[in-house]
């Protein structure tokens, strides 16, 4: 009871999953949402979110800078992958639950890789959001704020295996991402992990690429290069792992942190949740800490970037659960379907 009792108050406002009609509330799916404003009230939160983010890329980058070919190209494919992802809701949520098999897999396909998509644009549409860095004003930032940086205190503990190491655990970001969204979006019976999961990641990213224009900057690895003795050691993981991020990086993503943001933000979930998950939120804290220190170690980050992530990662979780709640009890009053799509493998009522 006790434990019940705790994770009670981490997740926020207890509510319940789709199927447990509140109080006055009524059956899920008796009110119809065919037509363009049923449509509109059966939209989720995360579905505003990364229809918001996904329009506003390809607007900025049209109506800022001279319209060049690199420009223009870069407009149709961000343009294009928001059609795809409108497209997945569109296909989502009309209807009154009675959506093609097809309509829930495509759904959740669009919206977990909508973040991984972007990341790999934002390699050629940031040089072109912004020209110029912040570099030297974030370096100067951390020394007035904490008297040292970190990537370049952490040179002396530099060897080819602390080197590898990291690089191994900077690596791992990606796969956390994989080993932890793709499961409980596609197959988890927690409807609203999931929901809180999709909020969190959608806007963490949303709100991180954002800044990544408003504050560009290349990194400690190759703004303070004559603050360095050696260049960093390391064997074959390191080497992969620096190619890797040399050919798909976004060269200019820096603050905040996002390495350091999306790891965050799935442990605090996975604590909140562990009641769904087990002790594996606790590998995710492992994983998480060791990730953190890379991106300073490896001279991606300044101390400064990796703050930034870390708050945005509280505040976003911290809203998650506030805004989930409010979702669901908004869909259990309103008679709405339930906030995930079906798969073909649920029977239909």
């Not at 800078?65 to 992958?81: D, I, N």
């Amino acid at each position: 009871m006790e434990k019940h009792s705790d994770a009670a108050r981490t997740a926020g406002p207890a509510v319940r999953e789709p199927g447990q009609a509140a109080e006055g509330a009524l059956e899920p799916g008796t009110v119809t949402t065919s037509g363009f404003r049923g449509f509109v009230r059966n939209l989720a939160v995360h579905d505003w979110v990364a229809l918001g983010f996904l329009t506003l890329a390809p607007l900025v980058l049209a109506l800022s800078g001279t319209w060049t070919p690199e420009r223009q190209r870069m407009v149709l494919r961000h343009g294009l992958l928001c059609c795809l992802v409108a497209g997945a809701v569109v296909a989502g949520r009309i209807g009154n639950g009675t959506r093609s098999w097809f309509a829930g897999i495509y759904y959740r396909i669009a919206l977990a890789s909508a973040v991984a998509v972007t990341y790999v644009l934002l390699g050629e549409s940031l040089p072109l959001l912004s020209s110029g860095d912040l570099d030297r004003q974030l370096y100067h930032l951390d020394l007035r704020l904490f008297g040292f940086e970190p990537a370049v205190l952490m040179e002396r503990w530099a060897t080819p295996g602390t080197t590898d190491w990291f690089s191994f655990f900077y690596l791992c970001y990606f796969g956390l991402i994989f080993l932890f969204l793709m499961p409980l979006v596609f197959v988890s019976k927690s409807n609203r992990l999931a929901a809180e999961l999709s909020f969190t990641v959608l806007l963490v990213y949303g709100i991180g690429q954002s800044l990544y224009v408003i504050v560009p900057g290349y990194g400690p690895l190759r703004a303070l290069s004559d603050a360095f003795h050696h260049e960093l050691p390391g064997g074959a993981v390191f080497r992969g792992m620096h190619a890797f991020v040399s050919d798909a990086g976004a060269k200019k993503d820096i603050f905040p942190s996002l390495h350091t943001a999306i790891p965050t933000s799935f442990s605090l979930l996975g604590f909140r949740h562990r009641d769904v998950l087990g002790r594996s939120w606790m590998l995710v804290v492992f994983v998480t800490v060791n990730t953190v220190v890379a991106t300073m170690f490896l001279r991606w980050h300044y101390l400064i970037d990796v703050i930034a992530g870390l708050v945005l990662a509280f505040f976003v979780v911290l809203a998650a659960g506030r805004v989930v709640s409010w979702e669901f009890e908004r869909r259990e009053r309103g008679g709405l379907p339930e906030l995930w799509p079906r798969w073909p493998s649920r029977p239909r009522p």
